[in-house]
Each structure stands twice: as structure tokens, then as C-alpha cells.
């Protein structure tokens, strides 16, 4: 028998139990062991299997890396009173951009592994069962001895808007370049990277030459205002950078007073080296990047229970649609908005109701406008 046969029946065998052992490989073959090794390394070089446990391309995950963090949300049973005493509801949750990000990846039934930093202690350990239950993949974490897991507590109107917010993040400094290059692995075998901008810069720099040395898109979702100095100068090999109105203004260090002038902005960062921006506006819908301009996605009407987490279910979609071979991002935002607004409706930081085949039929025919 030809040795391309032979290959072809032992990647077969794989593709069946990819946690088939060399031996029994070996033995279902007719091979020795070392024919086995030489075969698994052919198929390694082509990409058609991934490292060890031999992941399959088409079951390559979408790799989220960022915070992890309890959340805290204080909302207000009547007007938000400043500089005072305000009657007020508490609850507690999962959080954390990246983490957000994996659990509506698991939710939707893609395959997904978090990157993270968190403490040794009770809230770590429950954020990781939590995302394990969910399927994520959490091999990759750095746990912390002497260090409180990442917290982010909300202040929220009666309305469920956001008034302020606090994040502890501190953990978060510990995802180095050298740590996140110990997970060189764990990132070959990925088919889509997001990364939020709790990491260091130097990380995020790291991950961008990554990106495009690899040849693996990489997704970079802002966090706020401040952590947008997180943010390399230069952006080459970056697929896509989902940031809000005020996050572009930072970025660009003037203020965007016009559509105009939100499309100079994202002209001007596609310049440092980003194939596309998604420009989130809140209740005003989306703005995107594409070869025909910058385009406008109106938001769907939705009942505002709590806004947190509204973002990152954006993003996750968007995502999605990427790791799905989606090539339209306008498509990918029109899916983005329908997960946000799901998610805005429910109390929870990551929409409960979220489950596999959610995105897979027609995308809603929201209102599209072509700015320039």
C-alpha cells in the first residue's frame, strides 16, 4: 500500500478519537511506532492536526485572553443622589472582558480557552469551575499566591444604566510577555485570538508581532478610556480593533464631534496598521470599517434591564462570526447587536437564554448606512 493511503487512514483514525494513542495507532495500521511519529509529523507541518492531543483544524478554538474577575453591581432604588447615603440592591456574578467574551463563545457552542490571571483563593477557584462547567478550556490560567482575584464593581441607576465603575485589576499585570510566551502552544492551536486592554502593553505588543509573524487574526477589545495607553503605537497584522466613540477619540487624542470625524479617526488608525475598526455606540448602533467606507448599523429596540456585559456579547459575536469563516462584517455586527440586546434584557452579566444555533439563521435586516 502507498504511503499516501496510509496517511490518510491514520488521519482518519485521529479525526475520530483525536486522543488516540501512537500504539493503537500503530497496531490498527500494520506500522511500527516510528512510521506512526514520522506520519503525525507530516501532518503537523501541513496544519492538518495541531500539537499534542492532535486538535483538528476545524475544532480550533477561539482563544480569549484578558480578565477574570468577580463582579460586583450596587444598583439604586430611585435617582442616583451624589455625595450621599443611597438605598441601593446588590448582586454578584462572573466577570471580566475576556472571560465575558469565553462564556458567550461557549454559550453560542464554539469552541473556546481562556487565558487569565487569578488569586488563589475562593473566587478564583469559583470562576474557574465556573468557565470549566461551560466547556472553556482554562489549561492556560496563571494562578497567584498572595494575590486577591481581579473585582470589577458597578454602580447602576435605577434605569440599569452605568453611573461608574471600579475595577481592581492588578492580577492582570502578571500576563507578561514571557508568561503568555510559555502558552506559545496553546496559541498555535488557536484559530482566532481576542485579547481585551486589561493586559500590560508590552503583552499586547507581543501579541500583535504574534499575530502577524503566526498568520493567527487577532481581535483587540478596548476596555475603557484610560487603558486605551495600552494600546501599541503601531498595529500591523491586527484583523480587528472593537473599541467605543470615546475610545477612538483617545486613541487619536482629539475629540470626534462628527460622523466625519469618526471616519478620519478610523482612517487614520487603519493607517497604523489594523485591517478594521468596529466603532460601538451604544444605543446609537455601530459603526464599521469595510472597502465601500464606513458603514452605520442602527441598535434594535431593546428593554434595558442592565447594560453590563452588553459589550462584550457584541464582541463575542462578532467573534463567532469571524471563527464561523464569516468574510462580511457587516454581517458579523448585525449578529453582534442581536446578542447585545438579548443581553441588555437580562439581569445577568452573560444573557442566560444564550445557547448553540442562536446566530446560525438570517441575520436581522437592521438599517445600514454608507457613510463615506
Known amino acids: 500500500m502507498s504511503e499516501q493511503p496510509k496517511k490518510e487512514q491514520l488521519y482518519e483514525l485521529i479525526r475520530a478519537n483525536p486522543f488516540i494513542s501512537q500504539q493503537d495507532l500503530a497496531s490498527q495500521l500494520g506500522l511500527s511506532r516510528s512510521a506512526v511519529a514520522n506520519y503525525i509529523a507530516t501532518l503537523v507541518r501541513e496544519r492538518r492536526i495541531l500539537g499534542r492531543a492532535y486538535v483538528l483544524p476545524d475544532r480550533r478554538p477561539i482563544l480569549c485572553i484578558g480578565a477574570a474577575v468577580l463582579d460586583r453591581k450596587l444598583r439604586t432604588l430611585d435617582k442616583l443622589a451624589l455625595a450621599t447615603s443611597n438605598p441601593a440592591t446588590q448582586s454578584e456574578s462572573f466577570g471580566g472582558v475576556a472571560r465575558n467574551i469565553a462564556e458567550n463563545l461557549a454559550r453560542l457552542g464554539a469552541p473556546s480557552a481562556l487565558i487569565t490571571a487569578v488569586g488563589n483563593d475562593a473566587s478564583g477557584r469559583?470562576?474557574?469551575?465556573?468557565?470549566?462547567?461551560?466547556?472553556?478550556?482554562?489549561?492556560?490560567?496563571?494562578?497567584?499566591?498572595n494575590i486577591g482575584s481581579g473585582t470589577y464593581t458597578a454602580v447602576l441607576d435605577r434605569d440599569g444604566e452605568m453611573v461608574v465603575a471600579l475595577a481592581d485589576m492588578a492580577c492582570n499585570e502578571h500576563l507578561t510577555p514571557g508568561f503568555i510566551a510559555?502558552?506559545?502552544?496553546?496559541?498555535?492551536?488557536?484559530?482566532?485570538?481576542?485579547?481585551?486592554l486589561n493586559l500590560p502593553l508590552e503583552t499586547v505588543d507581543a501579541l500583535v508581532e504574534d499575530s502577524a509573524r503566526e498568520g493567527i487574526p487577532l481581535v483587540l477589545v478596548a476596555v475603557s478610556e484610560p487603558k486605551m495607553a495600552r494600546l501599541p503605537a503601531r498595529l500591523p497584522g491586527l484583523r480587528l480593533l472593537i473599541l467605543n466613540e470615546g475610545e477612538l477619540a483617545v486613541r487619536v487624542g482629539r475629540p470626534l464631534g462628527s460622523?466625519?470625524?469618526i471616519a478620519g479617526a478610523c482612517a487614520e488608525v487603519q493607517r497604523?496598521?489594523?485591517?478594521?475598526?468596529?466603532v460601538t455606540r451604544g444605543a446609537g448602533g455601530v459603526l464599521y470599517t469595510s472597502p465601500a467606507g464606513l458603514q452605520s448599523l442602527e441598535a434594535p429596540v431593546a428593554e434595558v434591564v442592565d447594560v453590563t456585559g452588553a459589550g462584550d456579547a457584541f464582541a463575542a459575536a462578532v467573534c463567532w462570526s469571524l471563527h464561523a469563516g464569516e468574510t462580511d462584517l457587516g454581517v458579523a455586527c448585525r449578529r453582534g447587536l442581536q446578542l447585545s440586546a438579548m443581553t441588555v434584557a437580562c439581569a445577568q452579566t452573560v444573557c442566560l437564554d444564550i445557547e448553540p444555533g442562536l446566530l446560525d439563521g438570517p441575520v436581522n435586516q437592521l438599517n445600514e448606512t454608507v457613510l463615506d
Request: aromatic share 0%; proline share 2%.
Open 259 to 261: 460622523l466625519d470625524a
Open 272 to 278: 497604523q496598521g489594523v485591517q478594521d475598526l468596529i
Open 182 to 196: 510559555s502558552r506559545q502552544q496553546q496559541r498555535l492551536g488557536a484559530a482566532l485570538v481576542v485579547a481585551d
Open 126 to 145: 469559583a470562576l474557574l469551575a465556573q468557565a470549566e462547567d461551560l466547556g472553556i478550556d482554562t489549561r492556560g490560567t496563571l494562578p497567584l499566591d
